[in-house]
């Protein structure tokens, strides 16, 4: 067992490892976690807080394979590589779906968006102003559609921080965020809701009765004016002085690097 | 007893019609009828409407030969491969009409459609502009006074496309343990004809030894197939993995109109069946490697 | 293979065994049968046609077991020496029931119900008037529910024609026949219906336009007039001279007896 | 790593209170969870409903018990061994209010508290008297103007009771060959607590050797139990047959209340555990018998 409880903060660490301590610490023991495709900053924050602080962690690698037990991450987070040894492979029509609907299973989603609006609303589906012949058809919201009305709690990545990909208002709502902010979701009889953003400049969160975004800290160097800079929309100006996320420490580092993704796959989503 | 349900892929193909809706197993690069969707882009089909949860490359190499005008699903994507590039390009031309739909939704719409429903509801979706978008979706008040549903039209699809492990001469559909996507466990319910190419037929008694993995009973089969590497390039475990060379050759002919012709001569249009185009991509050397990819 | 074309109509059978082979002959190649519990009649009859004239109906022991190899008709019709060597074990829940509803498979289903109607009503829940407090508890519809209202061509079975088995009006529905006659069932959304009911005594099938329950044959040595004493409703009065159901024969009782129930196990639902 | 759901047969009882709906596995003479039901009825349980598919010999012991008033369920019935008196009387006495649906409504009932939905529409049971005595159906029209449905209420029973062939002690169930009935498929699934015996509590290791035939998570699972022969005296394949001998015995018992008392004392509520009931009932010699089913 690494010696995580006592390990001092890091002085080396990057970015996407920065990320990844702060998405594990959403997680303890107790929680379900499962992933789906390309979700490196995901699969290794759930593997993280497997290794140090949440061992009875619940993950269902690709939502198909119960407790794998893969070699490190692999290039792909949906193939067999990634749930090599699982205890259980989940069938998707009727089992994943109906453990991800119950209500009891599952409750926190890690959701990567091509687009995410001041209210936590996603889009993975159409840039431009026609549905039909738009100017970028994007992936396809696959099971965000799901997971954003059915009472999860949403953790946002983003490891693009822009005025492109924080926008003020999605082209298209395909993740049910806090829709026009305020009371509006609960109206519209969902629980849950977006509780977090982690981009590569800082960490946001909700404000609890309007909805919107608002910076809850700062990573380190970085200053709420370059936040406001490459945020597409006005962030609430701080009350006071922002908290700096936590960066992730000696051990951690080492448990991504050595361990959990010796092949960096992770860095593959830090393009641009 | 039963019928025997042993075809030919071309015979097979022919049993989709121009026009058809055609639900297709994949996910992302895994399990996808490859030696059959090859056969209908040879095959010369039109104006074929694909369903897929999560489609690959064989709706990026459908929408090249020009051979679909719908899709319905949930996400098209290569993964790591990065987005279907003329699949892409179809749909912002219009030539593509998308109905996409989060996962419950289109196994709601699957799922009535298999079992004679008009529809099945699911709350996920509620919030979403997907709704609006989409005449197949509609909001439905609980009769009870609990919450509102989506009520999803019941799908069904004209055939579905679906690649195996083991089947028997009589269509009887045997899995070796694996992912079971939901394309195994709808599609071919849900499906007016259903047709299965498998890694290798086997006899009856293989299946009889292990009861619990035959998936598909032969009666819901019309037409079953022996294509061994049959989902290539795309991943069959326990068997292969996706083949990256191919994934990575294809999306770099994808950039230029006259690399992606080069390439589906060479690989789709050209290879006058499926034993010759596993020998261009590579024969033996290639499947031995992929085999290996337990040790990658 | 048994020369069951050439045989000839046996003069020892017994009336299981003719009901048997009535039965038997609903069913052709290319048709899906199913059985529930206790049902060794219609099971049977599955196992004669295979045997005989249908070898590619697809058989689902007991709902289960598909293609089963059976040594010979067991004490049950819904434990696993019935379903021995099945080429598939159909689960329940997302399978069996998925095949029955979809309308292409299982078209034909037998039923046995402790009292059936002039329409084709059958009941399995409860004697007396009230539901709630019923003079006699019946073990349930179970699957008859479903069979009943989703297009299935219906066979009932009755060993014991008696007038408290086919009565005027059941005091309950529990599998919807043709409700109450005519175009009743039609308006109610429901396709196929009872076909045919092969008792002890005839078999009868229902008018097209009145779907009133009629003699279509009777059995040898049955008058008309035994049937209509041994029923709680009248009969329509034959137009003319009313069939005689064919007898099973030579090859057929040989099989019933020596290959297919040599147990008798057929013989427990004649008991009066 | 997942946390540790061990338990004994009294302590996991004991997730059981007064009231509660409780859902059993059962079909007629097969795989109930009887080490589980004698247990509830030892402990003194009162005023159960009983959630089950077709209730067997567990219905009537509980009836027999005036442990359960309520059950909702397609049938009740032992098969060749006849109807369940105890529980037929107690009906007919006003003493247990019983919720009659058919399979696919009673599917649809736990489906929709399994996926929190507030209803899931069936075709069966239109044109039956069953809709009528049921608030939990309801005849709904198809929004998309097709046929209608009937709405079938979420079910979500407090407890859920299974018996299963292997499991390790983070409560991941593993299941061998045989016929998977709607028990496994939904119930757990649908309820609030999941309490399982299994013929053997297993490493892990055994476990992941197929994990196609893990049916249960662990995180769905309350409390773990071994019980060898836990579904005695109905049957549990592959690995035994049910008991003619006690099921006669049972029957006949069940005819006068003298007798029935008899019974319950000796092999019910008598046994000071599962291992004395086991001896009670014939101990190893009868095992081995049960055992040899496939040569019966």
Known sequence: ?272 | MSAEKLSTLEAAAALVRDGDTVAIQNMATQAAPMALVRELIRQGRQDLGVVCLVGGIPVDWLAAAGAMTRLTGAAVSMEQFGLCQRYRKAVEAGAIRVEELSETALNARLGAGARNLPFLPTRGLIGTDLIDVNDNLVMLEDPFGGPSVVACKALVPDVALVHAHKADRFGNIGCEPTALWPDLGIMPKAATTVIVTAEEIVDSEVLRANPDRTVLPGFMVDAVVEAPFGAHPTSFYPRYGYDTALHMEWIGAARDDEAMDRFMANYVTGPAGHAAYLEAVGGAERQTALKAWEQA
Not at chain 1, 117 to 137: C, E, F, K
Not at chain 1, 161 to 185: K, M, T, W
Not at chain 1, 246 to 257: F, Y
């Open chain 1, 1 to 272: 067992m690494s010696d995580w409880r006592n390990s001092t903060p890091a002085d080396d660490w990057t970015i996407d490892e920065l990320m990844i301590a702060r998405l594990a610490a959403c997680f303890a023991d107790g929680d379900q976690a499962c992933n789906g495709m390309a979700s490196f900053v995901p699969v290794s924050a759930f593997w993280l807080a497997r290794l140090t602080h949440a061992p009875d962690l619940v993950w269902l690698a690709g939502a198909v394979g119960l407790e794998p037990r893969p070699d490190r991450v692999p290039a792909s987070t949906l193939e067999a590589p990634l749930w090599r040894d699982s205890i259980m492979y989940v069938e998707q029509y009727g089992d994943f779906w109906t453990f991800a609907l119950n209500g009891r299973w599952l409750t926190k989603f890690c959701v990567g968006a091509a687009q995410l609006d001041r209210y936590g609303n996603g889009n993975n589906s159409v840039i431009g102003a026609d549905y039909h012949t738009p100017r970028v058809r994007l992936p396809g919201t696959a099971g965000l559609g799901d997971m954003g009305s059915i009472g999860k709690a949403l953790y946002y990545w983003n490891p693009n921080h822009n005025p492109r990909s924080l926008v003020e208002q999605v082209d298209f709502i395909s993740c049910a965020g806090y829709l026009g902010g305020g009371a509006e979701r609960v109206e519209a009889g969902l629980e849950g809701g977006p509780e977090l953003v982690v981009t590569n400049l800082c960490v946001l969160d909700f404000h609890p009765y309007t909805r919107h975004m608002q910076v809850a800290s700062l990573h380190p160097g970085v200053t709420f004016e370059q936040v406001q800079e490459a945020t597409g929309f006005e962030l609430p100006a701080p009350a006071g002085p922002i908290p700096a996320t936590a960066v992730p420490t000696v051990e951690q580092v080492r448990l991504i690097r050595e361990v959990i993704d010796p092949d960096n796959m992770r860095r593959r989503e830090f393009g641009g």
